[in-house]
């Protein structure tokens, strides 16, 4: 049970190249998420998908696609990367809530090292 | 808007002290709080979690409290180890799928 796994794990990027970020989570779960981490600050929720055939916005999508694959797997696309997209990325996956049964508990992968230059 | 931080960037505790951390909340009507452990080099790790029926919830060395009258969540970790050197991050949710992060804190334990 590998849990929540990402790749690549390191990655430079040209500014204007675009790339995917694939995330694959064998738990079985409904929910997963996609959040980016810039020195010093906590991360940020840029995309989820609350189930299988839905995405959602998070608090900062602009420049970036996804796609719900199936249920294991949810990717992040930069179209024309920036240098202001330079950041960790890290994947997550939980559990849908069930009625009567309220578990949010998030999982999270490793993470991609993304440079713009 | 509404956003969830931690009081102190960086905490320095001598080895087999109990630490506590620190975090203010300003959404009245989050429900979920969680703690998550991050290690250098790697994504953050679940630690405890609390909902906001409770007050105090205990794990295996740590404790999580919950004051929802002053939205101000702490963690305590009983008899620090090295291992327990990390980013401490706080995240609450209102119900729905989204967590908001704080800013972390910095934990060093000294020898």
């Known amino acids: 049970n590998a849990g929540v796994t990402q790749t690549p794990k390191f990655q430079v990027l040209k500014t204007g190249q675009s790339m995917t970020l694939q995330c694959a989570q064998d738990?079985?779960?409904?929910?997963m998420y996609w959040y980016r981490q810039d020195p010093g600050m906590g991360l940020r929720l840029i995309y989820y998908s609350a189930s299988e055939g839905t995405t959602d916005k998070g608090e900062v999508p602009n420049g970036y696609n996804v796609s719900r694959l199936n249920k294991r797997e949810f990717s992040l696309r930069l179209e024309s990367a920036a240098p202001s997209q330079t950041s960790v990325y890290f994947c997550?996956?939980?559990?849908?809530?069930?009625?009567?049964?309220?578990?949010?508990?998030?999982?999270f992968g490793p993470g991609t090292r993304l440079t713009v230059l | 808007g509404e956003s969830v931080g931690l009081h102190l960037p960086t905490l320095s505790v001598q080895e087999g002290d109990n630490s506590i951390i620190n975090c203010a909340y300003s959404?009245?009507?989050?429900?979920?709080f969680i703690w998550y452990k991050q290690e250098s080099g790697k994504g953050p790790q679940f630690i405890i979690d609390?909902?906001?029926?409770?007050d105090k919830r205990q794990g295996q060395r740590v404790t999580v409290l919950l004051n929802k009258t002053v939205k101000h969540l702490s963690l305590q970790i009983a008899a620090t180890q090295p291992g327990d050197s990390a980013v401490y991050f706080c995240a609450e949710t209102e119900n729905d799928y989204k967590l908001s992060f704080g800013a972390g804190t910095t934990v060093t334990v000294r020898a």
């Open positions: 609390i909902r906001s029926n409770m």
């Open positions: 997550a996956s939980s559990e849908i809530r069930l009625a009567g049964k309220v578990s949010d508990t998030q999982y």
């Open positions: 738990m079985n779960h409904n929910s």
């Open positions: 959404n009245s009507a989050s429900d979920y």
